[in-house]
C-alpha cells in the first residue's frame, strides 16, 4: 500500500510539472504565432489588444483541454497494466 501512495505522489507531482511546462510553452507558442499574424495581416488595431483577444479564444479552445491528457493517458495506461497483470 505505501508504494501505491509513493506511486501516485511522485507521479502526481512529476504530471502536474509536465501539464504546467506544456501549458505555458503551448501559450507562448500561440503568442508568438498571434504576434506574427498581426503583423502579416498590416496591423489592424492594438498589437496587445489582437493578442489579449486571440489568447481568450485560445483558452476555450480543443487544444489547451488536449493538454489534460497530460494526466489521463499515463493513469490509463498504468490501470490497464496493473489489471492485466492482476486479473488475467
Request: glycine share 10%; hydrophobic share 50%.
Amino acid at each position: 500500500m505505501l508504494a501505491l501512495a509513493k506511486l501516485i505522489l511522485i507521479g502526481g507531482v512529476i504530471l502536474t510539472v509536465l501539464y504546467i511546462a506544456l501549458s505555458i510553452w503551448s501559450r507562448r507558442t500561440r503568442r508568438g504565432k498571434l504576434e506574427a499574424e498581426w503583423l502579416v495581416s498590416g496591423r489592424p488595431g492594438d498589437e496587445d489588444e489582437f493578442v489579449d483577444a486571440g489568447l481568450k479564444e485560445y483558452d476555450g479552445s480543443v487544444r489547451r483541454k488536449l493538454i489534460l491528457g497530460v494526466y489521463v493517458v499515463p493513469i490509463a495506461v498504468i490501470a490497464t497494466i496493473v489489471y492485466l497483470t492482476n486479473f488475467k
